[in-house]
């Protein structure tokens, strides 16, 4: 095991660990394996108290919240053992992340962020801009008064059908004369503005669903705004960082669900009579997924203990764990499905669900191709980081 964990999280870990085999392995085997049919309210709520009563409800959510807010490492672990499980019901075990609204006050945090942690409100996050239009200038805002105009559209807003309110990147643009400031801002934008539209809600491979939004001068109030005009990339972004760990748990979790499955079909006897483990072909493309797992949790668990110890200043070593986390898996899933067989392809299959889920990944929290331009950025221009 690359981990090492210290005992507590080892603790919480093994916890996990009895909540997903005890508590929620039952619940899941109640589900239908096809995925096109929705789990049902009730199960749903049967997790949500399940997690609570284990402990690991609030491992996310700040300590003024009654939470435990847990850090990165322990997070990562109990992220991590979740994934292994590869439950359809593993979305449910945590409570709502207060995201790019952790650090708000006043009437921010009492009408948005504290019902989003009661669970009172949902909150979804816009940061894409839709592509393929010609011509497209990125979601805008001009001042009117007190007030901002906000224009434009934003796609790929997950959960965005369902939020009560949108977590929207824009641009404020300033005017010849005015005092009032300009540049990128998070703001918060109620689903219920007369100038929000939901143009489009569409599914990705993986189950999940989004919107494409636009708005058209959508009059907001500035206390709506999330810190200063000018600092819209870094509060973004910070969200982000949370995220890219959290995705990169995710993926090497599933990679190990997905090598102990095949450790199983390595003892079954294959239809030549023989045991499918023995032939030396199988044995080389299974050590292949044992070093692509072991490599992807040491990188994992490496730069969860930078950003506990750093902070914001483990931002590139995140983003490494991110992109090798999620394209190992990749690997690792798809040799997976070559040696369990045409079956893992059969709809409801766990490794066919896997398959989707792994591909979605590498977009979900920042594409590949461009965490390693921003990798090569942060070592090239701010000489940062130990990559
Ligand atoms: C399941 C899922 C959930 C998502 N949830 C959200 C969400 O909640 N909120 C949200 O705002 N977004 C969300 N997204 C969007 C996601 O963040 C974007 O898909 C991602 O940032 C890539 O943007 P894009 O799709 O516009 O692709 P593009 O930016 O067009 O990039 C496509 C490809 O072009 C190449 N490329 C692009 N730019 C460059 C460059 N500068 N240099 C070199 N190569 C480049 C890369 O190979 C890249 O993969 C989600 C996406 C998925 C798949």
Request: aromatic share 6%; hydrophobic share 40%; charged share 25%.
């Amino acid at each position: 095991m690359p981990d090492f964990l210290p005992s507590d999280i080892q603790l919480l870990s093994d916890q996990m660990g009895m909540l997903v085999a005890e508590q929620l392995r039952p619940l899941e085997e109640e589900l239908s394996p096809d995925p096109r049919v929705a789990i049902p309210d009730e199960i749903a709520q049967l997790v949500r108290q399940r997690s609570h009563a284990a402990g690991m409800w609030s491992l996310t959510q700040p300590v003024e919240f009654g939470g435990k807010a847990a850090g990165a490492l322990a997070q990562t672990a109990v992220r991590e053992t979740l994934a292994a499980g590869h439950l359809r019901l593993a979305r449910y075990v945590f409570g709502p992340d207060p995201g790019v609204l952790a650090s708000v006050v006043g009437d921010l945090k009492e009408q948005y962020l504290n019902p989003l942690l009661r669970g009172e409100k949902r909150g979804a996050f816009a940061f894409t801009e839709p592509s393929g239009i010609a011509e497209h200038k990125p979601t805008w805002a001009i001042w009117d008064g007190d007030d901002l105009l906000i224009s434009g559209r934003k796609s790929f807003v997950t959960g965005g059908g369902t939020a009560d309110y949108y977590t929207v990147l824009i641009n404020v643009e300033g005017s010849e004369g005015s005092s009032r400031p300009s540049g990128p801002a998070m703001i918060v934008i109620d689903r219920a503005n007369a100038g929000v539209k939901i143009e489009s809600e569409f599914h990705s491979l993986e189950g999940g669903s989004h919107v494409e939004l636009s708005f058209d001068a959508a009059r907001v109030p500035a206390w709506h705004l999330i810190g200063e005009v000018g600092e819209g990339m870094p509060r973004a972004l910070g969200n982000i960082g949370h995220e890219r760990l959290a995705v990169a748990a995710g993926m090497a979790g599933l990679s190990l669900w997905a090598v102990n499955l095949i450790d199983d079909r390595a003892k079954e006897i294959h239809r030549n009579g023989q045991r499918f483990g023995d032939r030396e072909g199988v044995r080389l493309r299974y050590a292949d997924l044992r070093i692509a797992t072991y490599a992807a949790r040491s990188v994992l668990y490496r730069s969860a203990r930078l950003v506990d110890d750093r902070g914001d200043g483990a931002i590139n070593e995140v983003m490494v764990a991110k992109v090798f986390c999620t394209e190992q898996a990749g690997f690792v899933i798809d040799q997976a499905v070559q040696l369990a067989g045409g079956g893992a392809l059969v709809v409801g299959h766990p490794l066919e669900r896997a398959y989707r889920e792994v591909r979605s990944s590498r977009f979900t929290g920042g594409a590949s191709d461009i965490l390693r331009l921003n990798i090569a950025r942060g070592r090239l221009e701010f000489d940062a980081g130990q990559v």
